[in-house]
């Protein structure tokens, strides 16, 4: 992302890529357009071929696209960019260039005890494929090697567009998947605890940073529970305890209550940050799977709540 | 041989702490007085660290936010329907959905723990309640110029000596005060000033200011008491689809 793109014009145009490869994610846009809550569901409409695009005009091709596709309330809300919701708050510890934008490339700032600072709001990279429903999930060009029965799980899955997510229930994503939806996260980080906030459902997940080791007694969760260490730059997160029935992504990558994940968090400069993934559950794959997501640097401005508010969706979910 | 006798049944008798603040009197933790070892900690910024889980010391606030304070007057359209929710039993309260309670409700349930994190820029409010969260900012921004109304509010801090007062806004009406009925507005704006009295208290006053719905702001004082060697859980509540089942 440019430092002269405003994060309003770069969230709209976020929202013209996820609707226009047909992704899960059309209920962002009654989150953001009318505030406050959204749909559960993996999808609301079906998918629609991608549209190439050049800059420019790009957003007005697509949308175009989304009336033929006959979307009125989108168009509506995609017309009305001004009705999108964005909240303005100047941030004073960001640096800046001497235009006083943000300088997304300036290193990493970091916190009083040396380590890399990873706080801030962060949102899904540009570029990436729009939604973790598609073909192949987060697992795209990873080298996933099922066991069988998990292999069977992910192909019934795909033929179902995904029916029976957890999140159609209203329960938490679990790591991987909410960090694969276009919706922002914020990292507060203090030296013993590390927190995510999920704008996404405003689920939270804590890491821990004080040493401690995985509780004897503790009822599986479905974002685990989470223990931080450095290695040098580099926030290394072990996670286990997990639920038996996660959904690693939209597209229906399983995992079981063996699911080991290991995340290496690096702050590659002020506007940018990479996560890598290491999946290890020998339950269902027979040897560990990497995946790496990058996300950029979201300035000036807040989350915006979103609560899974059932009832008023339910009717969009689509599957069979 | 007796003198040694008494000054071990004395030392069994007294904290251990106390007898090496006589012992040490020069050292720096026992200099102010003997409390110290339970004083309420302090972040670097000198501020009272408020970080912990919490609970609500009794249960009523969450039926009764208003506890018979009788300085709670309604507006007319507000005491109908609040007339109606107990009539109802609070039938088609939020939470019957997996709603959330919203400010202040979702802190007062006693069996729904809340952890809070401080830092000099934000306090965070972990739930266990369906794991959602509260911001607080405390970086000096005013409120937004215009938000769409959310459950949980805009949430402003700032400190008033030893005092945290939060003050929020932007928070729907879908939202009950309590689960008894008591109705709020669009207008509502939610005071709480946080004070840790003492290690294991912290004593929350919240006042209530909604001129569409009450005819004078209220005041509840809530006790929240602390949990100590344990770490929140995970608990949502799950929803069963409403096409399930067809």
Known sequence: MSSKESPNRRYLDGILDILMTGAHHCRLLDHRATGGSRSPGPRCQKSSPPVSSSDGVGPILRLMKAKALGLPAMVWVLASPAMVQWLHVEQADIPRTLDGRPDLTAPAPRTSDGRPDLSGIWQRQRGMPPSSAGRDGIGAGADVRFQPWAEAVYKARGENNGKGTPSERCLPHGITKAFSVPEPFKIVQTPSLILILHEEFNHHRQIFMDGRGMPEHRAATSFGYSRGTWDGDTLVVNTTGFVDDTWLDFRGHPATGSLHIVERYRRRDVGHLDIQFTIDDPKAYERPWNVTMGFDFLQDTELIEHVCENERDAAHLVGK | ?246
């Open chain 2, 1 to 246: 041989m007796r003198r040694i006798s008494w000054a071990s049944d004395i030392m069994k008798r007294i904290p251990a702490r106390r007898i090496a603040c006589g012992l040490l009197i020069a050292l720096p933790l026992c200099r102010p007085g003997g409390a110290q070892a339970r004083a309420v900690p302090r972040t670097p910024d000198g501020r009272p660290d408020l970080s912990g889980i919490w609970r609500s010391a009794s249960a009523r606030y969450l039926t009764d936010l208003s506890a018979g304070n009788a300085r709670v007057v309604f507006q007319p359209w507000a005491r109908t329907l609040y007339d109606e929710r107990r009539a109802g039993n609070g039938k088609g309260r939020p939470s019957e959905r997996c709603l959330p309670r919203g400010v202040p409700a979702m802190m007062l349930a006693r069996d729904e723990p809340w952890k809070l994190v401080q830092t000099p820029r934000i306090v965070v409010i972990l739930f266990h309640e369906s794991l959602h969260y509260r911001q607080i900012f405390t970086d000096g921004r005013t409120f937004p110029d215009e938000t769409a109304p959310t459950w949980l509010g805009y949430s402003i801090g700032r400190w008033d000596g030893d005092t945290l007062v939060a003050e929020t806004t932007g928070l729907t009406d879908k939202t009950w005060l309590d689960e008894g009925g008591h109705p709020h507005s669009d207008a509502l704006r939610v005071v709480e000033r946080f004070h840790r009295g003492t290690v294991g208290t912290m004593d929350v006053a919240v006042t209530i200011d909604d001129p569409k719905a009450y005819t004078r702001p209220w005041t509840v004082p809530v006790r929240f008491e602390r949990i100590a060697n344990v770490d929140l859980g995970e608990r949502v509540c799950a929803v069963v689809p409403a096409n399930d089942g067809k």
